[in-house]
């Protein structure tokens, strides 16, 4: 059973930077993809990025492109989302998702995931 613990949100000004963690076990992962999606009240929760275990490969959704990177630690099976130039619109509880299947093409959608984290807060302020 992969079990994913997501930390480092917080509350941060407008401007500012959060790196988010994403702590994987429970399986030994190769080709999967992980991903970051994001909830705000009342709303869809949403891809923010993804990254290819194997491959490296990135996508981003457009709001965040520029200003979000994540990257992925194979030695410590933690996957990061590094977050700058952070808006109030950002302002959301933070999941960490794994799609087993391999592609080769990103899935953008919450039902392509198999397993979530928890969640992290991240509050922006203006």
């Known amino acids: 059973q992969v079990q994913l613990v997501e930390s480092g949100g917080g509350l941060v000004q407008a401007g500012g930077s959060l790196r988010l963690s994403c702590a994987a076990s429970g399986r030994t992962f190769s080709s999967e993809t992980m991903a970051w999606f994001r909830q705000a009240p009342g709303k869809e929760r949403d891809i923010v990025a993804a990254?290819?275990?194997?491959?490296?490969?990135?996508y981003y959704a457009d709001s965040v492109k520029g200003r979000f990177t994540i990257s992925r630690d194979n030695a410590k099976n933690t996957v990061y989302l590094q977050m700058n130039s952070l808006k109030p619109e950002d302002t959301a509880v933070y999941y960490c998702a794994v799609r087993v299947k391999n592609d080769y093409t990103f899935r953008s959608r919450r039902d392509d995931y198999d397993y979530w984290g928890q969640g992290t807060q991240v509050t922006v302020s203006s």
């Open positions: 990254i290819s275990w194997s491959r490296g490969s990135t």
